[in-house]
C-alpha cells in the first residue's frame, strides 16, 4: 500500500507556494488547479493533472535554485498570479483593492540590470552561484538566464581571468561574494566584491586585476573591493577602487548617475513604464505647487516631477545617493531638494513647520512606510500621493492607515520581478472629500 496521496492546489501564496486541498499542506512549483502526488514528506512526485499555463523553464537550475519560484509559469498567468495574491493581501487588511488592477509587463529573461552571485572554491577551482533554495548552502550555477548578457558574461570572464592571473585569484579568495551592475544599453558594467575586512593586498593589485579585465571586457569600467562582515554584510568601506566610480544611466530622456554600491531599480525593461506611472497622468507630466519625493534614492522620480513642480523636495537617507541626485536637482531649480534624512525625521520636522505639499511620492523598501510615517501623513493631508510598493503586504497594512483619509484612485501591478514571487506595485491616492 502506497503511502503517497493526492493533494489539489487551491491558491497561489505571497512567497512563491500554494496552498492545497489539504489544509496542512502548501507546496512550491505547482500550479493553480492541477492535482499532484505528493510523499509524506510533502515533497511532489509527479503532477497528475497539469495546468494548460505550465511551461518548460529556461534556467537548469530552476527549482534547486533559490533566486526563482515561477519559472514554470506562462507570462501571462504569472501577471493573474500577482493580481490575485494583491487582492488577497488587501483583503486580509480590510482594504477594497479596485476593481480593474492595471497590469504592466515585460520581457521576462534578461531583464536585470544587477547580480550579487557568492563566490567559492570547488575541488580547487572558482564557481560563481547563489543558495540553494530554503537553505543558506552554496549553488555552483552555469547560467542565470534573468540577468543581463553582460552581467553573466564578465562574470564568466572573472572566473577565466582567475584561472591565469595571480592579483585576480587574490582577491576572488578574498571575497565571499561579487556584484555586477551594468547601464541601460549593456556597454558599461561594474564588478564589487565583497571581501573580508582585514583583507590586505600588495600596492597595485586591484589595478593590475583590472586592467586583466580591461583586456578581454573592455565593457568593465570600474573595480571595487569593500569590507564585509560576514554575519553583518557590508561595512560601508572601501579597501580599493580603480576605474569609474559609478555609472551613467538613461530611462527615457532622463541619464541618472548611480555611484557604485548605489540602489537603482533592477528591471532595465520596465523603468520607463515606472517613472511614467508615478510622474504623469494620462501621458502629461504631473504639475503643481511642492511635491515631496520620500525614499527618493538617486532621484528616478523626483526628477521627472521636478519638470512639472515649482519645487520638489527629494528625502533620502542614504548620503551618497543624496549627493548624486542634489548634484542634478540643484541646476534645474534653486527651489528644489534633496534632502539626507530618514523619511520619518523629515516628516516629523513637516508637522512642526505645518508643509502641506500637492504631491507625496512613497517608494519604500519592503518594510513599508510604517504605522508613524502614515499617521504623519494623515495630519499632513497632502491633496495626493502615489504609494510605490516592493511587498504587498506591508503596502496592504499602510493602505488600511491611510484609507482613513484616502481612496485608491488607481492601482497598478508593475511586473519588475518575472520568474519571481515579487511584485511592484503603484498606487495612486486620493484625498477624501
Given at each position: 500500500m502506497s503511502d503517497n496521496k493526492q493533494v489539489r492546489v487551491m491558491e497561489p501564496l505571497y512567497g512563491g507556494a500554494s496552498a492545497t486541498s489539504d489544509p496542512h499542506v502548501v507546496l512550491p512549483f505547482v500550479l493553480q488547479g492541477e492535482l499532484v502526488d505528493i510523499a509524506l514528506n510533502g515533497e511532489v512526485l509527479r503532477v497528475v493533472e497539469t495546468s494548460p499555463e505550465r511551461v518548460t523553464p529556461k534556467c537548469p537550475h530552476f527549482g534547486t535554485c533559490g533566486g526563482c519560484?515561477?519559472?514554470?509559469?506562462?507570462?501571462?498567468?504569472?501577471?493573474?498570479?500577482?493580481?490575485?495574491?494583491?487582492?488577497?493581501?488587501?483583503?486580509?487588511?480590510?482594504?477594497?483593492?479596485?476593481?480593474?488592477?492595471?497590469?504592466?509587463?515585460?520581457?521576462?529573461?534578461?531583464?536585470?540590470?544587477?547580480?550579487?552571485?557568492?563566490?567559492?572554491?570547488?575541488?580547487?577551482?572558482?564557481?560563481?552561484?547563489?543558495?540553494?533554495?530554503?537553505?543558506?548552502?552554496?549553488?555552483?550555477?552555469?547560467?542565470?538566464?534573468?540577468?543581463?548578457?553582460?552581467?553573466?558574461?564578465?562574470?564568466?570572464?572573472?572566473?577565466?581571468?582567475?584561472?591565469?592571473?595571480?592579483?585576480?585569484?587574490?582577491?576572488?579568495?578574498?571575497?565571499?561574494?561579487?556584484?555586477?551592475?551594468?547601464?541601460?544599453?549593456?556597454?558599461?558594467?561594474?564588478?564589487?566584491?565583497?571581501?573580508?575586512?582585514?583583507?590586505?593586498?600588495?600596492?597595485?593589485?586591484?589595478?593590475?586585476?583590472?586592467?586583466?579585465?580591461q583586456r578581454v571586457a573592455p565593457q568593465t569600467v570600474g573595480l571595487a573591493a569593500i569590507a564585509s562582515d560576514p554575519r553583518t554584510g557590508p561595512t560601508g568601506r572601501t579597501l580599493d577602487a580603480v576605474g569609474a566610480a559609478g555609472l551613467s544611466y538613461r530611462v527615457r530622456d532622463e541619464s541618472y548617475w548611480i555611484s557604485r554600491g548605489g540602489f537603482f531599480q533592477v528591471n532595465r525593461f520596465l523603468l520607463g513604464k515606472l517613472v511614467g506611472l508615478v510622474c504623469e497622468v494620462e501621458g502629461k507630466a504631473r504639475t503643481g505647487i511642492l511635491a515631496w519625493d520620500l525614499y527618493a534614492g538617486v532621484g528616478l522620480f523626483s526628477r521627472v516631477l521636478a519638470r512639472g513642480f515649482t519645487q520638489v523636495v527629494a528625502v533620502e537617507s542614504n548620503p551618497t545617493a543624496t549627493a548624486d541626485n542634489r548634484a542634478v536637482l540643484s541646476k534645474l531649480s534653486p527651489e528644489h531638494q534633496a534632502i539626507h534624512s530618514t523619511t520619518l525625521d523629515f516628516l516629523r520636522t513637516a508637522i512642526l513647520q505645518r508643509e502641506r505639499p500637492d504631491l507625496v511620492v512613497l517608494d519604500p523598501p519592503r518594510a513599508g512606510a510604517g504605522i508613524e510615517a502614515c499617521e504623519l501623513l494623515l495630519r499632513l493631508m497632502p491633496r495626493e500621493m502615489i504609494y510605490v510598493s516592493c511587498d504587498p503586504t506591508t503596502l496592504a497594512r499602510d493602505l488600511g492607515m491611510l484609507q482613513r483619509g484616502y481612496r485608491i484612485a488607481a492601482m497598478h501591478l508593475v511586473d519588475l520581478f518575472p520568474q519571481t514571487f515579487h511584485m511592484e506595485t503603484v498606487v495612486v491616492l486620493e484625498r477624501k472629500k
Open positions: 519560484q515561477y519559472q514554470m509559469v506562462s507570462a501571462s498567468e504569472q501577471l493573474e498570479i500577482r493580481r490575485e495574491i494583491l487582492r488577497a493581501e488587501l483583503g486580509a487588511a480590510n482594504v477594497a483593492a479596485p476593481a480593474d488592477i492595471a497590469a504592466h509587463g515585460g520581457e521576462h529573461y534578461g531583464y536585470r540590470n544587477r547580480i550579487r552571485l557568492r563566490i567559492e572554491q570547488v575541488a580547487g577551482e572558482f564557481r560563481l552561484g547563489y543558495n540553494i533554495r530554503a537553505t543558506t548552502e552554496f549553488l555552483p550555477i552555469t547560467t542565470c538566464p534573468i540577468a543581463a548578457p553582460a552581467l553573466w558574461s564578465v562574470a564568466e570572464t572573472v572566473l577565466a581571468v582567475a584561472g591565469q592571473d595571480r592579483d585576480a585569484e587574490f582577491w576572488l579568495a578574498a571575497a565571499s561574494e561579487m556584484e555586477l551592475f551594468c547601464n541601460d544599453d549593456l556597454t558599461r558594467v561594474q564588478i564589487t566584491l565583497l571581501c573580508a575586512p582585514r583583507t590586505k593586498a600588495k600596492q597595485g593589485s586591484l589595478t593590475r586585476f583590472f586592467k586583466a579585465m
